[in-house]
């Protein structure tokens, strides 16, 4: 298993915004996680790579935990644990202060992944995996917003993550263009990246994603095969919301 | 003509010092503003209150008071005062940098504020180190956010170098000043104030310089 999760729990606050949440990702899974806004998945997403810490269950990452039963492992397991993960963000999050090439250079080389010739070499081929082999010099402000989020995919995959965490990726994006970055996505699909998707493009979760998982203030209301919730939701609370 | 060119060696002579005093106070309060604005974020309660006291200070008195208590008021603490006692120059360039580094302490910490949260968990998820965070990431954006407050307290500062003043450092108002007494005539007067737009015209030129090459790509 790439990812276990066991009985997590979070509140900010009084309010409980994950309860008792368990799940498994395998290896090469493409994982929708639907829900309407505040039912957690959000939250959820983020408290794999540590964004968010937990109160309470436990989250393994291919056999060591990040945390077990709300007591996180070390500085050091938790740096390791969450580096395998990449994670895109529903606002880009690119450094302004960066060309989209030093933006993808940097954390590679910073991070002591490799020298700067074999940065450059990687983030040509990422560039061009995305199709932004021209804007290398371009600064983010000068994308569009599609833009930006490929060059934001491109800059995670730069460190070579064995799992990709997307949160919202199309949700700022005008619809004329989420198509581009969402077939950016389809294409990372059928390399085999396992990737966990929370969003709100259903013809995503149901073309793309082999398992969805639907969310409801914070527990996971029905979860299964992309063609079973689809199709066949137990749910009534899953059914409402597909109708939408 | 031949009268202003007659003052004009006594003029710039005072003009060098004036710029001595600027280019000390800029070069030491720039970048010491920094470690300031961030004890005036700091999750420590004291270090928190010291830097608010510090800034308080220094931004609720004139600078001219502040210069004329360090350079006259220190060296009469009793036991320790003799050993406070700067030169004037020197004493003139402490109390311009305690002075500015509290301004730009201030300017810096709004600049922190308005940099993305969002930015530090990008640092966070790409496995960046707090150290890189801050120096790559963050510290550039606060920066090109400050510039042009910076630049306008650089500007002041040019200007406030006419303080040494108070403590007769022969600066270019005191060189001017000095000339009218003498002459009886104001024009020297009126040849400082040109002087200052001119060396204020050039500063006001490599700022705007600045701006636009921090400026990444936004058209400003």
Not at chain 2, 78 to 90: A, E, K, Q, T
Not at chain 2, 134 to 162: G, W
Request: net charge positive.
């Amino acid at each position: 298993m790439m990812i276990q999760v066991t009985n997590l729990q979070k509140a900010f606050g009084s309010n409980q915004v994950l309860r008792d949440i368990s799940f498994e990702v395998a290896r090469g899974d493409v994982i929708a996680i639907l829900g309407a806004s505040g039912s957690g998945k959000s939250t959820l997403l983020r408290s794999l790579i540590h964004l968010e810490a937990v109160d309470g269950g436990s989250i393994t990452i291919e056999g060591q935990d990040l945390v077990r039963d709300g007591i996180y492992a070390g500085r050091e397991q938790i740096r390791r644990l969450t580096a395998k993960m990449g994670m895109v963000f529903q606002a880009y999050n690119l450094f302004p202060n960066m060309t989209v090439k030093k933006n993808l250079i940097l954390p590679f080389t910073l991070t002591g992944r490799g020298s700067h010739a074999k940065a450059q070499d990687r983030c040509l081929e990422l560039l061009g995996k995305v199709g932004l082999m021209d804007k290398l010099n371009d600064f983010p402000s000068s994308l569009s917003g599609g833009q930006q989020q490929r060059v934001a995919i491109a800059r995670a995959l730069m460190l070579n993550p064995d799992i990709m965490l997307f949160d919202e990726p199309t949700s700022a994006l005008d619809p004329q263009i989420t198509g581009e970055v969402l077939s950016t996505m389809k294409d990372l699909a059928s390399d085999h990246m396992t990737m966990l998707v929370v969003t709100h493009e259903l013809g995503f979760a149901r073309n793309v994603a082999n398992k969805v998982i639907f969310m409801h203030q914070g527990v996971i209301e029905e979860a299964g095969t992309a063609e079973a919730v689809f199709t066949r939701p137990q749910s009534p609370v899953t059914k409402a919301f597909l109708r939408l | 003509m031949d009268y202003i060119i007659s003052m004009l060696p006594m003029l710039l002579k005072g003009t060098v010092t004036s710029l001595k005093l600027f280019a000390f106070a800029l070069v030491l309060s720039i970048p010491l503003g920094l470690p300031v604005a961030l004890q005036l974020r700091s999750r420590f309660r004291p270090l928190r209150w010291i830097a608010n006291i510090y800034v308080y200070i220094f931004r609720s008195t004139p600078l001219m008071l502040q210069l004329v208590i360090i350079y006259f008021g220190l060296p009469r603490i009793p036991g320790i005062g003799p050993y406070l006692l700067l030169d004037r120059f020197h004493a003139a360039i402490l109390a311009f940098v305690l002075n500015y580094i509290a301004y730009f302490a201030e300017i810096y910490r709004s600049g922190l504020l308005g940099v993305n949260r969002s930015q530090f968990e990008a640092c966070q998820v790409l496995g960046l180190s707090h150290w890189q965070t801050q120096t790559r990431v963050i510290f550039p954006q606060m920066f090109r956010i400050c510039l042009p407050s910076v630049a306008n307290e650089v500007i002041t500062l040019l200007k406030d170098t006419s303080l040494l003043y108070a403590v007769s450092v022969a600066e270019l108002i005191h060189n001017a000043e000095a000339i009218v007494n003498r002459d009886a005539n104001m024009t020297a007067l009126m040849v400082a104030l040109v002087i200052y737009m001119i060396l204020n015209f050039f500063l006001t030129v490599i700022l705007k310089h600045l701006e636009s090459r921090f400026s990444w790509g936004k058209n400003l």
